[in-house]
């Protein structure tokens, strides 16, 4: 008990704040459409705006800051590399004050009965910001995967998804989509057409899996995704994955009904984006309130893999289910 005085210090957290560049990029190696990452949500604080179809990679990148502001790069060469043979991939151009923007999309072989081999070793390397020194970070992404081992299926409020063996890390992330449906004009021929109004959180999550990751499970709900944690055994039949927010469908002001669609997302990750994404989340969980003191700290308080900086570098594979209409 005399000792104890002893292990208390006082922290001064006038210090704790410390000018950095912070830089989020994952690549994305699917090639079919593109959909905003987590990590890409959270930053635009919307939920984005995806299109079909793209080879773009985005990168995000500013000054972090004291009060929550985005202090923006006035200019940089941002560069991708592969980090094997030592061979530029690709080179980002700045389109707005924070995101830059490449085309390139990973190669992979396509083998026999849906399994694809990735085997990615990149390196992202950004010079030429006026008072700073390089910044470099890497991620690699090798595995099998097989993009027809899930089904999902819909029986009593629940979405099945079958599977074959998965390597892990893998996350489910749902999401659901508000459109607006545009009937046609007085004509039973003319089909309606339907328009892409965002993205919306899902709020309520659930699963009875035995092998997702617990770490932010909090009051019968996933908060944010399921993240699976091992590799299952071939005698697990399915999982069982519940969203529990159904929205109804509402008409707007000009009469054009408003409706919602759900995606599951399997999502392979690097296990640079693994750690990000359960450190990320496990802060947001903590602070994520807008009158936090502690918000301006959030690059500081989780997983980074960027020298010189700090944010995230990693890659991903995502394996699209189909859609359920609410």
């Keep these: 008990m005399i000792l104890l005085p002893s292990c208390v210090r006082e922290v001064d957290l006038s210090t704790a704040y410390q000018k950095k560049v912070v830089v989020y990029c994952v690549i994305h190696?699917?090639?079919?459409?593109?959909?905003?990452?987590?990590?890409?949500?959270?930053?635009?604080?919307?939920?984005?705006?995806?299109?079909?179809?793209?080879?773009?990679?985005?990168l995000y990148m500013f000054y972090n800051s004291p009060n929550g502001t985005k202090?923006?790069?006035?200019?940089?060469?941002?560069?991708?590399?592969?980090?094997?043979?030592?061979?530029?991939?690709?080179?980002f151009s700045r389109v707005s004050d924070d995101e830059w923007q490449a085309e390139y999309l990973p190669s992979y072989v396509q083998g026999t009965g849906g399994i694809n081999e990735y085997d990615l070793h990149l390196r992202l390397e950004v010079t030429d910001i006026p008072g700073e020194d390089p910044i470099v970070a890497v991620t690699?992404?090798?595995?099998?995967?097989?993009?027809?081992?899930?089904?999902?299926?819909?029986?009593m409020?629940?979405?099945?998804?079958?599977?074959?063996?998965?390597s892990s890390p893998v996350w489910i992330l749902p999401e659901m989509i508000e459109y607006r449906v545009f009937p046609g004009p007085g004509r039973m021929d003319v089909s309606p057409k339907t328009e892409y109004v965002r993205h919306v959180p899902v709020r309520v999550l659930q699963s009875n899996y035995g092998y997702a990751d617990l770490f932010n499970y909090s009051d019968d709900s996933f908060l944010y995704g399921v993240r699976i944690s091992s590799t299952n055994r071939e005698s697990d039949a399915h999982i069982s994955v519940?969203?529990?927010d159904k929205r109804d469908a509402y008409y707007d002001d000009m009469g054009n009904e408003i409706n919602y669609l759900s995606h599951f997302h399997l999502t392979y990750v690097s296990q640079e984006y693994d750690k990000y994404l359960r450190d990320a989340i496990v802060y947001r969980i903590r602070h994520d309130n807008e009158s936090d003191p502690l918000k301006h700290l959030y690059e500081d308080?989780?997983?980074?893999?960027i020298e010189g900086g700090a944010g995230l570098f990693g890659a991903e594979v995502v394996i699209f289910e189909p859609v359920i209409q609410y």
């Design 157 to 166: 409020g629940n979405y099945y998804i079958q599977k074959e063996s998965v």
């Design 71 to 91: 202090e923006f790069i006035p200019q940089a060469t941002v560069r991708l590399w592969n980090d094997e043979t030592n061979e530029i991939l690709a080179e």
């Design 242 to 244: 519940r969203v529990g």
């Design 29 to 58: 190696t699917y090639g079919g459409e593109y959909w905003p990452s987590l990590v890409e949500r959270w930053i635009n604080k919307t939920y984005g705006v995806y299109s079909e179809y793209s080879p773009v990679q985005r």
């Design 301 to 305: 308080q989780v997983y980074s893999n």
């Design 140 to 155: 690699s992404f090798e595995k099998q995967i097989n993009t027809k081992a899930w089904e999902l299926h819909l029986d």
